[in-house]
């Protein structure tokens, strides 16, 4: 996790834009020496980072790393606590196991884990996640929210409304959500939704909501067998993919709708899912655990059930299920 210090020195530099800061004005910002601001600066040039330094004008930075790095994240962050503390891993088996754990030892709420590569990322059902190195956002979001055991599934689809959100602003892309937690392109799937609880009978310890997105992927780095059905936004958008970027986009979206729902409930995140939802008034298949349910997708509930009404017109809540069209 990143010092004070450092996201201090990120935030300058972030509401600096194209302006040079001195070393002087940026000793006396964070409470440092010179020398303590310099040695910063070479660590961050070490991570990839390009400065400009001109004689009496400052530092400004003009590129940042092609690697994704926790700073590289923080530089442009406009969050209050979504983001603000991030747990960077190169490799990890996966970041919700280690969310788990940092959420168990008193890590706060709006932590995130991100790494560059899971070698066992897991999807719902414990379906496995494919997870290549320095091409997708792997990331765990750690959530403290003052909520009843059956709203968290809502947190599922608010997290969705974020993500559709964030890739529309950050690519132009129309992005879609198949319910309850898959984000399509053109039919096809670019980003996964996993929630988890720490909880007791009556009570939530801690929500910790996966991300698998599929960024700047060939057709080739997907296995064959996902070929038909799998995308990244390189692929449909033609074009490399600002991984940092896209990750600030949608704490930001996160951030907003999380706070939007702490204050009024589920009922505007509500409307907002069922406006990029891909399956609401079409005939759909639900594969639950214990049978196959076929009909009209009505809508979901206040509670995020997903609705559906049979040929006989009788009404179906589904709580948990594979979709297809």
């Known amino acids: 996790m990143q010092s004070e210090l450092r996201k201090q020195?990120?935030?300058?530099?972030?509401?600096?834009?194209?302006?040079?800061?001195?070393?002087?004005?940026?000793?006396?910002?964070?409470?440092?020496?010179?020398?303590?601001?310099?040695k910063h600066i070479e660590e961050l040039r070490n991570e990839g980072f390009e400065f400009e330094a001109?004689?009496?004008?400052?530092?400004?930075?003009?590129?940042?790393?092609?690697?994704?790095t926790a700073d590289e994240?923080?530089?442009?962050?406009?969050t209050k606590f979504i983001g603000r503390n991030i747990y960077y891993k190169d490799s990890v088996d996966s970041t919700q196991k280690l969310a788990h754990q940092l959420a168990s030892?008193?890590?706060?709420?709006?932590?995130?884990?991100?790494?560059?590569?899971?070698?066992?990322?897991?999807?719902?059902?414990?379906?496995?996640?494919?997870?290549?190195?320095?091409?997708?956002?792997?990331?765990?979001?750690?959530?403290k929210p003052n909520i009843t055991l059956n709203k968290a599934p809502q947190l599922t689809l608010l997290t969705a409304v974020a993500v559709v959100q964030a890739i529309e602003e950050a690519t132009g892309l129309i992005a879609e959500i198949k319910w309850p937690n898959d984000i399509l392109i053109n039919g096809k799937k670019v980003t996964g939704i996993l929630t988890e609880l720490q909880a007791e009978?009556?009570?939530?310890?801690?929500?910790?909501?996966?991300?698998?997105?599929?960024?700047?992927?060939?057709?080739?780095?997907?296995?064959?067998?996902?070929?038909?059905?799998?995308?990244?936004?390189?692929?449909?958008?033609?074009?490399?993919?600002?991984?940092?970027?896209?990750?600030?986009?949608?704490?930001?979206?996160?951030?907003?709708l999380y706070l939007l729902y702490l204050e009024q409930g589920f009922s505007p995140?509500?409307?907002?899912?069922?406006?990029?939802?891909?399956?609401?008034?079409?005939?759909?298949?639900?594969?639950?655990?214990?049978?196959?349910?076929?009909?009209?997708?009505?809508?979901?509930?206040?509670?995020?059930?997903?609705?559906?009404?049979d040929e006989t017109g009788k009404i179906h809540h589904v709580y948990s299920a594979d979709i297809e069209l």
């Not at 800061?21 to 910002?29: C, D, R």
């Not at 296995?223 to 390189?234: G, N, T, V, W």
């Not at 399956?279 to 997903?306: H, M, P, Q």
């Open 9 to 38: 020195l990120l935030d300058a530099f972030t509401n600096a834009g194209e302006s040079y800061l001195s070393g002087q004005y940026l000793a006396e910002l964070v409470g440092c020496s010179r020398t303590a601001v310099w």
């Open 54 to 68: 001109v004689r009496k004008k400052g530092y400004r930075i003009i590129k940042t790393p092609i690697k994704l």
């Open 73 to 78: 994240i923080l530089l442009g962050l406009t």
């Open 105 to 143: 030892n008193g890590a706060g709420e709006g932590t995130v884990v991100i790494a560059d590569e899971q070698t066992s990322g897991k999807g719902r059902m414990n379906r496995n996640w494919h997870s290549p190195k320095y091409s997708g956002i792997w990331m765990s979001l750690i959530l």
């Open 201 to 256: 009978a009556d009570r939530i310890h801690s929500i910790i909501i996966g991300i698998g997105m599929n960024v700047n992927q060939k057709i080739t780095d997907f296995p064959e067998d996902l070929h038909h059905k799998a995308s990244s936004l390189f692929i449909e958008k033609g074009e490399i993919v600002s991984r940092a970027a896209l990750i600030r986009n949608i704490f930001l979206h996160f951030e907003k």
């Open 269 to 309: 995140i509500k409307l907002l899912w069922e406006g990029y939802a891909i399956s609401i008034g079409k005939v759909i298949k639900a594969r639950t655990l214990t049978e196959v349910i076929e009909g009209k997708a009505l809508g979901i509930t206040e509670e995020g059930v997903l609705q559906i009404e």
